[in-house]
Every structure is written in C-alpha cells, then in structure tokens.
C-alpha cells in the first residue's frame, strides 16, 4: 500500500455560532470565534489517498490530476468565501474546521477512480491547529 499526499492552500472567512443560542452564549463557548463580523484564515488542506502502484505509470494516481481534482471540488469551492454563507456544501452546518473537513472528504470521495481511495484529510485552521480526518 502506497500513500500519496497533495497540499492545497485556500483562504476563508467563517464565524463559529449556534443559531439557537443567545450572543453572550455563543460569545461564552466560541470567544472570539463568534465575532459577528467574520474572521478569516488561511488553510493548508492535505490529502492522503492510497492504493497500489500502477506498473505502468510507477504512479499511484497522477498528482496533477489529484491536484485538479482538489480544486475543482473543494479549492475553487472554498477560496475567498464566506464558509458560512458562500459554500452550498456547508450551508446549515456549524462552520468548524472538523465540519469543514469532513464535507471536504464527502467532495472528494466520489470523484477518485477506481482502485484509489481516500486515506486522510487533514486540514490546517493556523500554523498550530490542524484536523485530520480520515472516513467514516
């Protein structure tokens, strides 16, 4: 079993509420977070699949076409939105970096070919705060 991994960056706005929560509840559990007016990051998005080498190519998958795949799907999807309000695939979800990774994996998976499968996302929010999430 060989694993490949893709960087990806892309920059976001989000803010961390609970609609069904008072301000200074929302304030209480996500500080700074629940800043009425947005925060942003700037996020180093990993991708991890795994599989077997083709004989023919020596490649597991071609990581131009991982590179492809992770723009179009989740990149381009990303880059420069509000997560909150701009991103159909987080639309109702609370915007946290565990949420965000897990709808990236659900973006992702469907598109691998055959024989490549997803192994990890792992998702860096700041320099010191990352996700890894790895399926179900």
Known sequence: MVYLTRLEHFNAAHKLFNPNWSKEKNEEVFGICANENWHGHNFELFVTIKGEVNP?????????????????????????????????????????????????????????????????????????????????
């Open 56 to 136: 023919d190519t020596g490649f597991l998958f071609d990581v131009k076409k991982l590179s492809k795949l992770m723009k179009e799907h989740a990149v381009d999807k990303l880059d420069h939105k509000n997560l909150n309000m701009d991103v159909d695939f987080m639309r109702g979800k609370m915007c946290s970096t565990e949420n965000l990774a897990v709808e990236i994996w659900k973006q992702l998976e469907p598109h691998l070919p055959q024989g490549v499968f997803l192994h990890c996302v792992k998702l860096y929010e700041t320099p010191r705060i990352y996700v890894e999430y790895f399926g179900g």
